[in-house]
């Protein structure tokens, strides 16, 4: 196990690199450099300067710094090499023999490496290192879970991995028997997009993945190489070397500047008169290649949504849908459930048509 302290004041003045730019536009450039170089960019030298209107010397002045307060990594060979941000790595590894209690870890292992963040930023890592770390210890059934912090100047990143069975054959087993219902692996990441699946409904709600995924700045599952994610992925089922010893990895990444308040997220779901009322689901991640045409497809969404008062279905990304899908999902899921308010976001032109016309024929 290692730790290494970081640095997270983005007003550092740089005043040997240049006296000229004030303390607030030597904090942006500095800040800009930082976020460049963790997008790889092959350009930033010359973006930086023309964005600042600093010479190329400069530039370099300020990458030195950023070198010697370990903030950046210096490339082994500068001709070709990329410069890349300074992070730390801290390991974890826990026994679920041993009695684990998410809470006391969280105290424990993960607060001193976050405890220099801004206390917003902190309380939305309470919350989802205790929720993603509950479900590995309760819900698993591994024998081992390990933890990786790693951190940088820009963002912190947690991941939690578990050898157990799996969290979308927990799923599917669950459907199995306890409703009968034989779905796929496929089906099993969908059911947790709406927001309210628990395998063990006497003891939790089934809200924990839905707010961390949306409380985090960025949230990945891994299981049997496939992934529930709300970032646009090219193909759900990917080859990941480590899954062969990992029932599921949790990845979570939040920047270290969030200015997110965790009472935001709940606020956009939640009442305190109706609790978890309302859900948002992007249509896009939920079917092969954006493209749902058929009513089973539909039937299945339903299923997964009907507990709630009011649904957002977001169709950013998706490029045309089919009738029979819309004509099940509209009309004859909306009339079975007419209590249900159902909104439409982000539809093009041949979507919204294609509901409109659905809705008045």
Known sequence: MFRYAIK???NIE???????LTSELRAKMKLYMLEHIERNDKDLI???????????????????RMVKDQLIVKPSNPKTGKYELYTSNTLFHYSTSSHLEEDRIFSHDILPIISNLPKNVRDIWSYAFTEMMNNAIEHSEASKIDCLVSQNFLNTQIFI???GIGIFRKIQKYFLEERGDVITLDEAVDALFPGKLTTARENHSGEGIFFTSRAVDRFVICSDERIFAHQPFLDRKINIEQMKDH???????????SAKPIKEVFDMFTDPDRGFFKTQIPIAHMFANGYPVSRSEARRLGM????????TFDFANVDQVGQAF????FIVFQNKHPQIHMNVVNANEDVASMIKRVKHS
Do not use: P, Q, W
């Open 8 to 10: 997270c004041e983005i």
């Open 326 to 329: 819309t004509h099940e999902l």
């Open 247 to 257: 029932g599921t990895i949790v990845d979570m990444v939040l920047s270290n500047t």
């Open 304 to 311: 997964f949504v009907k507990d709630f008062e009011e649904i």
């Open 46 to 64: 010359a973006k930086t300067m023309d964005t600042f209107s600093v010479s190329k010397t400069t530039v370099y002045n300020y990458l030195e």
């Open 161 to 163: 991995s578990d050898n």
């Open 14 to 20: 740089y005043r040997g690199a240049c006296m000229s």
